[in-house]
């Protein structure tokens, strides 16, 4: 079992960057775990943002986010990273990051996670 926090959120404007953390802490190493971004917006189903392996060496990213957001991990200290670059009004939501056991390839469906984070607001002003 794994419990994720996620940081690093807030209000910025449009075209400004926003790093999000999501910190892991459990009974197995990082290492076990592939890693997911998702967010969701009001009124709206949660969305992928994209996904990293449990060795960190593959990503994949949603058509809406990609070349603006990067996805990363670091396993010594227990955490992954959402880089988000270029921000936009739309990518406003609280953001999310999820975990499931081992190391899956392109893990894009919300109901593939068993492990999630509180959540956390990103805010993007015109």
């Known amino acids: 079992q794994v419990q994720l926090v996620e940081s690093g959120g807030g209000l910025v404007q449009a075209g400004d960057s926003l790093r999000l953390s999501c910190a892991a802490s459990?009974?197995?190493?990082?290492?076990?775990?592939?890693v997911g971004w998702f967010r969701q917006a009001p009124g709206q189903e949660r969305q992928f943002v994209g996904t990293i392996t449990s060795s960190g060496r593959s990503t994949r990213y949603a058509d809406s986010i990609k070349g603006r957001f990067t996805i990363s991990r670091d396993n010594a200290n227990n955490t992954s990273y959402l880089q988000m670059d270029s921000l936009k009004p739309e990518d406003t939501a609280v953001y999310f990051c999820?975990?499931?056991?081992?190391?899956?390839?392109?893990?894009?469906?919300?109901?593939?996670?068993?492990?999630w984070g509180q959540g956390i607001q990103v805010t993007v002003s015109s």
């Open positions: 999820a975990a499931r056991e081992g190391n899956w390839m392109f893990l894009v469906s919300a109901i593939a996670y068993n492990y």
């Open positions: 459990g009974r197995h190493t990082f290492d076990y775990y592939t």
